[in-house]
């Protein structure tokens, strides 16, 4: 059985009044010549006073022969009846020898750290691992306060407030701290216990405390909160710049004091991926970040390229495709250091104590897109493998991210290109209306819609008027809206009236649909606006397709949307589409758009409209700046959808630049119409056109008489081209045709085909009306009168 080597007993007045065999051992005095003497009388030299406090501690005794005995001697008190000390056991052990006791050696050699302190936090025991923690001996802290002993740290701070609560409390604590171990040079997290120490009365007499070290499951956690963290933060934005910037705001501090991203060149463009070189790699900063404002460390700017030796860190993760450590020591590290130092010494300081550094390369899809790097200098920990599992997870994740931000931007800008391809780049020449047109596509990650626009010229001097937006967003949609606006363009070709026109366009659209499958026939849906504008009656015809109406703007009148039934979208298939006529005052201003001016998800649709048609009333010096007053006031700074806006100013061709005459069905009235149209270019000083036109309405009119059916009708127009135009009652349409060498006829619309611009016929509620352009000729600067020619 264990027992006590060496002990004595001393009355309160420190007079020995026993002595074991071991006293005797160690010291070489009889209990006869020490009993009944004062224990002072033993000593060699007074005690150390934080012994004395603590009541343990190394002692120097006179041994019996006169040579100098230390010894480590603990005294306990005895309580007599009163619970008043009556006396003191002292045991007595060798300095630095083993414990005498199990549960003593097993306090000693625990593997985690553990101290005892009295009520007043003094230190009363430690073990080795306590004592190898905190970097000093037992002695050197024995009887000692303990904040007189660390730092003035919050983690210090904390462990003093829970000595006390126990102290006081007389209840266990348990809690977890992350702080700094002064003997390890090492960050550590540790799990703190605490619990009161009593006496066999049960009176509290100190405070044992227990500390475990948990920095690698700390770390652990750290990391996987990183994880789970970047699962968010990362990737909010489809911008490949702004993931790289996420990725280095998630990395510093927690991670690493200074931390950055390059990428391949071809990541920031639309190219295909090319194979990467084998040696040195060129790669492009586009992030960084540091513990230090401003990123003094780095040695590239934002934007700039840089060559990577094959031997340097992020050109091998590159290479072999997985995380790569580099540690101070290293050859190679530094030399990637000194490199840095060479090429930026201003930044030299703020390296100093770079220690550790790990390069993740960017690999999404098979594909490498590039390195991000992590750099440690306050950082007291080292990379280590588990760091390595945590970057190739990390940069996977990070990686995917900026690889959807680079389809994303690809896709878009195809989407974008394709759709600026299909839409007008320049308004053809017209005068029926003054125009101004905006496209804005859309910055939200949806990507670009399917909106359109489109002024088309028509026969008579007329003028078509589209607006039209696609189901969905993306490639599909552009290339469905570059269909539907060609087929517009087709269908106004053969001048059908709006709603005709929109009838023939939803058969389209539900063909492409049924021809379609899945996904891409879903998308073949669309609204669109067509409106056709006559300069000489001044009549607006427009029928719509599930498109929100016109704003109209009256000379001196509010503004208003033109009411008229929107119909179905187009694709819905077999229901009607209703058309509007309105007369309109020259200088008249129909303003057509698309949803995405007054719709969002976060907008109200009337307030939206009400201040549209609001910006439709302030003054402005011309319709280009009109638009841009509309879209400034309407729109939010970031608009969700695609915006198409179109704004026609209407024109009147008066009386004086117009003449028709009534033709009798008889051949001999060719002459006279003949004659009078002559005359009246006579009248309009165009006697160079007069040859040819006399022959363009000397045959329309004899087809006319010949083949069509009363009433029969001539008009010439005078506008930017000359406009001969033939009408009659039969719905039969002219066409060419190849006549034989013998043939007596069949020549006449051939030889209005090579004499004049276009040609063409279009029907009317009467009949038809066979119409002919030919271009007038150029006019002498400020006069009407031809340019004199060589």
């Known amino acids: 059985m264990e027992h006590v080597a060496a002990a004595a007993t001393l009355d309160t007045l420190g007079v020995v009044t026993g002595w074991s065999e071991g006293a005797r051992l160690l010291t070489g005095h009889s209990a006869e010549e020490v009993v009944g003497r004062p224990a002072a009388a033993l000593l060699a030299e007074d005690p150390p006073p934080a012994a004395v406090a603590a009541r343990t501690g190394t002692v120097a005794l006179r041994h019996r022969d006169g040579h100098r005995v230390e010894l480590t001697l603990t005294a306990y008190p005895v309580l007599g009846p009163d619970a008043r000390p009556a006396g003191f056991v002292v045991t007595a052990r060798p300095p630095g020898g083993g414990e005498p006791t199990l549960a003593g050696r097993a306090f000693q050699q625990a593997s985690m750290p553990m101290s005892v302190f009295d009520s007043r936090q003094h230190y009363l025991r430690m073990n080795g691992m306590a004592c190898q923690v905190m970097g000093v001996s037992e002695e050197a802290l024995l009887g000692r306060y303990f904040p007189d002993t660390v730092e003035d740290a919050e983690h210090n701070r904390g462990l003093l407030r829970h000595l006390r609560q126990v102290a006081e409390t007389g209840r266990p604590v348990r809690y977890e701290t992350f702080a700094g171990a002064p003997a390890l040079n090492r960050e550590q997290a540790r799990s703190i216990e605490m619990w009161p120490v009593r006496d066999p009365s049960g009176r509290l007499t100190g405070v044992a405390l227990a500390s475990l070290d948990n920095t690698e499951q700390h770390w652990a956690r750290r990391r996987l909160a990183l994880l789970n963290e970047a699962a968010t933060a990362i990737g909010t934005t489809l911008d490949v710049v702004r993931t790289a910037e996420e990725l280095v705001e998630l990395l510093v ?49 934002l934007g700039e390229a840089d060559v990577y030796t094959e031997s340097t860190p992020p050109a091998r993760a590159l290479h072999e495709g997985r995380p790569v450590l580099g540690q101070a020591g290293e050859p190679g590290f530094l030399r990637w250091v000194e490199e840095r130092n060479s090429r930026a010494p201003a930044g030299r300081r703020y390296r100093r104590g770079v220690h550790s550094m790990i390069a993740m390369p960017l690999r999404a899809r098979g594909t490498t897109l590039g390195v991000a790097v ?216 129909l303003a057509l758009y698309t949803d995405g001016l007054v719709e969002g998800r976060d907008r109200d649709v009337d307030r939206a409209t009400e201040e549209l048609c609001r910006a439709l009333t302030v003054p402005a010096d011309s319709l280009e700046a009109l638009g841009d007053n509309v879209l400034k006031a309407v729109l939010p700074e970031q608009p969700g959808d695609d915006v198409a806006l179109l704004l026609a100013r209407t024109r009147a061709l008066g009386a004086d630049r117009v003449a028709t005459w009534s033709v009798r069905p008889d051949p001999a009235e060719v002459a006279a119409t003949r004659q009078a149209a002559t005359a009246q270019l006579a009248a309009w000083e165009l006697d160079e056109a007069a040859f040819i036109t006399e022959l363009v309405v000397s045959e329309l009119v004899t087809n ?27 719905s039969t349409s002219p066409h060419l045709r190849r006549a034989h060498a013998y043939d007596e006829g069949g020549r006449g619309l051939l030889l209005v085909a090579q004499l004049t611009q276009r040609w063409g016929s279009r029907q009317t509620t009467g009949g038809k009306t066979i119409w002919a352009e030919q271009p007038l000729p150029a006019r002498a600067p400020g006069t009407d009168r031809p340019a004199e020619t060589d």
């Open 374 to 589: 992590g750099v440690r200098m306050g950082h007291p920990e080292d990379y280590g493998p588990d760091d390595a599992v945590f970057a190739e997870e990390l940069a996977s994740r990070a990686a995917v991210c900026i690889d959807n931000a680079r389809r994303f931007a690809r896709e878009r800008t195809t989407a974008l290109a394709l759709q600026h391809s299909l839409l007008p780049s320049g308004l053809p020449g017209q005068a029926a209306v003054d125009v101004a047109h905006r496209y804005l596509p859309s910055g939200s990650l949806a990507g670009i819609g399917g909106d359109w626009f489109d002024v088309i010229p028509l026969s008579g001097s007329r003028v078509g008027l589209v607006v039209g937006d696609v189901v969905g967003h993306g490639i599909r949609s552009s290339a469905t809206m570059g269909r539907l606006r060609t087929a517009v363009r087709t269908l106004a070709d053969v001048d059908l009236p709006p709603d005709e026109l929109l009838t023939h366009l939803d058969d389209l659209v539900t063909h492409l649909a049924a021809d379609g499958s899945g996904e891409e026939s879903a998308e073949l849906g669309a609204t669109c606006l067509y409106a056709v504008y006559d300069p000489v009656s001044r009549r607006l015809t427009l029928a719509a397709a599930g498109h929100p109406p016109p704003a109209l703007v009256l000379p001196g009148s509010a503004v208003e949307l033109v009411r008229m039934t929107a119909g179905p979208p187009l694709g819905v298939g077999g229901l009607p589409f209703e058309a509007r006529e309105l007369q309109l005052p020259e200088g008249s201003v």
């Open 253 to 301: 501090p927690l991670y690493a004091d200074f931390a950055s991203v390059d990428l391949l060149d071809w990541v920031l463009g639309a190219d295909e991926p090319p194979m990467i070189p084998a040696g040195d790699v060129v790669l492009r900063r586009v992030a960084h970040g540091s513990v230090s404002d401003g990123t003094p460390e780095a040695v590239l700017r």
């Open 704 to 730: 006319a008489i010949r083949y069509g059916v009363p009433p029969i009708q001539l008009r010439l127009i005078r506008d930017r081209a000359l406009i001969c135009e033939v009408s009659d009652g039969s």
